[in-house]
């Protein structure tokens, strides 16, 4: 059999199939045949998932062939190349996951105990010392995936074995009835199949055996073999297994973003060309980590990490893989240079690993990787001055796009009509394809065209296999089912498929909330670098150890969690504020969620909703990890609607650099930190006041003169200040049980351990935030 790398990536890909097949029986029943891919050591056989990945290929796939046998039988055909591409890729992907497989025989399959574990959350394993919890991912699809459960107890053999030949049974009938699957070895069919592996093996443990902790997906573990497969493939097979990881990094993203001409003529769209610009700018990440790896001919398998600002990419190591990649670093810098000149670019450099490198992944190789690109990053227009001979001089340009203000002879400039046309695409459709197309071949239909000089990216509503070639790269967003699964975060407030403005989303939450307010929410997760540097030890207990594998999961597990659940936790809280907010002409939502995807976020909404998000999405974070070594932190800040959002988002930016001052995983709102831990409670102490105010029990205007007051005092300042305070209370007593609470919540300051100016700052941000989620009612002047 002559191979090609399409061969050996998809039998790279399916290589443990089986694995998924054999655990939905409740004891193993392969026929003879079947018994021939599995190898015999004199007494018995071992690895038998071997025969039911056999036994699926020729079932589900109707492949008969040279390619079947050596894909199922590769753990005993040691003289083939093939083969030993693929168990070679096989160990190198998770060599302590490998460890345990001689374990998988015909004795051991009789007790059935590799049918009844789970997939163990890789984030349990994250340590500095503080409490986490052994959690646990049930069986699932990853659209319907749930939380982590931290009580998982074993079921018996019967039970485990129906849980898993009902995702099987479903896995196995979306393969049959796709006729592009049917006895097809090429790069379509390595689309459809990646896609649906995605979707069902994402819960499923890559081994099970030895009654250890399996923490790395049956995907992420195929997806990673199929990467190194692929690169050994290019390399050629020898003893010496060495690898690049190229790091890309994009920059000038935030500027890009808030690019946005704020009049009055140009208000109307903000929100629209907000959202266009940030999604606009992951498509062109996307398209670059896709130029390289369509350079050498691999798959998406091979892009490792992918998030908006960047992405890792594993690639072979002959003589010639630098200079390719400098000139594909060059092409595409030039022709981001072309459209978008300084507002976006890119640097990209890689270092050279060998085989226990990539399994170990040691965090002295990732810090030498972000050493070599920061100083790509301080010349990183080194080459563009020489490809424009004007770089240094201002365009003349006697008109500008009336949109973002670049140089431009059309009113609106081609940018800003794709960004335009990009935000309507992502609000109107739920499920549709991106393609990425490197040689100018594709001639379906499609909703939209980006074309860049020689590179294009298309949005098509129906996946058209015929029309593809391996140029061509395509990811599917949400449920469109074929090529790289990308959960999107579409959800923004509409009113009659319309996206509507600040003011009008503003308008969403009812009065009873307090002033019309806009709030703008930027999270991330807490010391990512640390986590995905040092968290992982290297422990003498199995599996409790590095291992790339496990970095791809965990990268996988926050993308998921910012990308597809924060969609959940708007709607959920929408629902709460508002509850006809599920009317047939809105989205279900009163968040705008300008981005969520990687490991942050930036959601616009009222003051009073993003409060209450914030508490939110950091309990279900919470959830999430069962972990409280991997925290998050978030900055809010309130503004007018008519204030100017890109200075909104910078002031959010701000807060959260407050906020990971100390110990980080806090909130800071209003100049003012609040560890999450006090979050709800400090919450619960201004509602308090907010029901004391609408209830008529206590004055929003004295609530408002004793703040002014005590604004920016010193304790001492404020003690001297308690007697007319409580004057105050007094004088406008209505209830004796409710003056006692008010003037307990005064005195209270400085009698505790905390440090007392910060005590007092909390209690002047309670009074804040009760004034702001109350209303403007007549009132009898306050003495």
Excluded at 211 to 238: E, P, Q, W
Excluded at 308 to 321: A, E, F, M, N, Q
Aim: glycine share 4%; hydrophobic share 35%; net charge neutral.
């Amino acid at each position: 059999m002559e191979y090609k790398l399409i061969d050996v990536a998809y039998g790279a890909l399916l290589h443990d199939i089986g694995k998924f097949y054999q655990r939905s029986k409740e004891k193993s029943d392969l026929t003879d045949e079947e018994y021939e891919s599995t190898p015999w050591n004199g007494i018995y056989h071992s690895h038998l998932h071997s025969g039911y990945t056999s036994r699926f290929m020729k079932e589900s796939l109707h492949l008969f062939n040279e390619f079947e046998m050596l894909t199922s039988s590769h753990h005993k055909n040691e003289n083939d190349v093939y083969a030993k591409i693929i168990k070679k890729a096989d160990v190198i992907a998770s060599n302590i996951d490998r460890q345990d497989e001689e374990e998988d025989t015909e004795e051991n399959n009789k007790r059935g105990n590799f049918i009844t574990s789970r997939l163990y959350s890789v984030l349990s394993e994250v340590d500095f010392g503080k409490d986490k919890a052994d959690a646990y991912f049930m069986l699932d699809n990853i659209f319907s995936l749930k939380d982590p459960v931290t009580n998982f107890t074993r079921k018996d053999v019967k039970e485990s074995a129906l849980e898993y030949k009902k995702l099987f049974n479903g896995f196995k009938k979306v393969v049959e009835d796709n006729n592009y699957l049917y006895k097809r070895v090429d790069k379509v069919s390595y689309d459809y199949m990646y896609n649906y592996m995605y979707q069902y093996l994402s819960t499923v443990p890559a081994s099970t055996f030895g009654n250890v902790k399996s923490s790395v997906s049956l995907f992420d573990h195929s997806r990673m073999t199929s990467a190194i497969a692929s690169c050994i493939y290019l390399n050629g097979y020898d003893d010496k297994m060495t690898f690049n990881l190229l790091e890309i990094d994009v920059s000038g993203i935030q500027s890009f973003i808030f690019k946005i001409v704020e009049g009055r003529e140009t208000r109307p769209g903000l929100t629209k060309a907000l959202r266009g610009r940030s999604i606009l700018v992951g498509l062109i990440t996307n398209l670059i980590s896709y130029a390289f790896i369509h350079e050498f001919g691999l798959t998406q398998s091979n892009i490792l990490f992918n998030s908006g600002g960047g992405s890792t990419i594993l690639l072979p190591s002959g003589d010639d893989v630098e200079r390719r990649v400098e000139e594909v670093s060059k092409r595409i810098r030039e022709t981001l240079y072309d459209y978008f000149k300084t507002d976006i670019t890119f640097v990209a450099d890689m270092i050279l690993v060998n085989e226990k490198e990539l399994h170990d992944f040691k965090s002295d190789l990732s810090v030498k990787l972000k050493e070599k690109l920061g100083r790509k990053k301080m010349k990183k227009f080194s080459d563009i001055i020489a490809y424009d001979k004007d770089f240094f001089f201002k365009k003349s340009s006697n008109r500008e796009c009336k949109k973002c203000g670049s140089p431009s002879e059309k009113n609106v400039c081609d940018i800003c009509l794709w960004v335009k046309e990009i935000s309507d695409i992502y609000t109107k459709q739920s499920n549709f394809g991106v393609l990425y197309d490197f040689n100018d071949s594709y001639l379906g239909d499609y909703l939209l065209r980006i074309n860049l000089n020689d590179l294009n990216i298309y949005f098509i509503n129906k996946a058209d296999p015929s029309k593809y070639n391996e140029d061509i790269y395509v990811d599917s967003i949400n449920q469109f089912g074929y090529g790289n699964q990308k959960f999107v975060n579409s959800l923004v407030p509409l009113k009659n498929n319309k996206i509507l403005n600040f003011e009008e989303i503003m308008n969403l939450t009812p009065l009873k909330y307090g002033d019309r307010k806009l709030a703008i929410l930027k999270m991330d997760v807490d010391n990512l670098g640390g986590i995905f540097a040092f968290g992982l030890k290297n422990k003498e207990e199995k599996r409790a150890q590095r291992s790339f594998s496990k970095y791809v999961t965990m990268s996988r597990l926050f993308e998921y969690f910012f990308s597809a659940k924060i969609s959940t936790i708007c709607k959920k809280v929408s629902e709460q504020i508002n509850p006809i907010v599920n009317d047939p002409d809105s989205n279900g939502t009163l968040f705008y969620i300008n981005y969520s995807g990687g490991d942050d976020l930036v959601i616009i909404g009222s003051a009073y909703s993003i409060v209450m998000l914030a508490k939110e999405i950091n309990k279900q974070f919470s959830a999430f990890t069962h972990n409280k070594n991997i925290t998050i932190s978030g900055g809010i800040h309130f503004q007018n609607d008519k204030a100017p959002i890109r200075f909104g988002v910078q002031r959010a930016e701000d807060a959260l650099e407050k906020s990971k001052t100390g110990e980080k995983n806090a909130i800071t709102l209003i100049d003012t930190r609040v560890p999450f831990e006090e979050y709800e409670q400090l919450l619960d102490s201004v509602f308090d006041i907010v029901n004391d105010i609408n209830t008529g029990f206590i004055s929003r205007t004295m609530v408002h003169h004793i703040m002014m007051n005590i604004r920016d005092k010193t304790l001492d300042e404020y003690i001297r200040l308690l007697p007319k305070i409580q004057y105050v209370l007094y004088r406008n007593k209505k209830d004796e049980n409710h003056f006692i609470k008010m003037k307990r919540l005064f005195n209270d300051v400085g009698m505790t351990d905390k440090n007392s100016n910060e005590e007092l700052r909390l209690l002047e941000l309670k009074l804040k935030l009760a004034i702001m989620f109350t209303r403007e009612v007549e009132e009898k002047h306050v003495q």
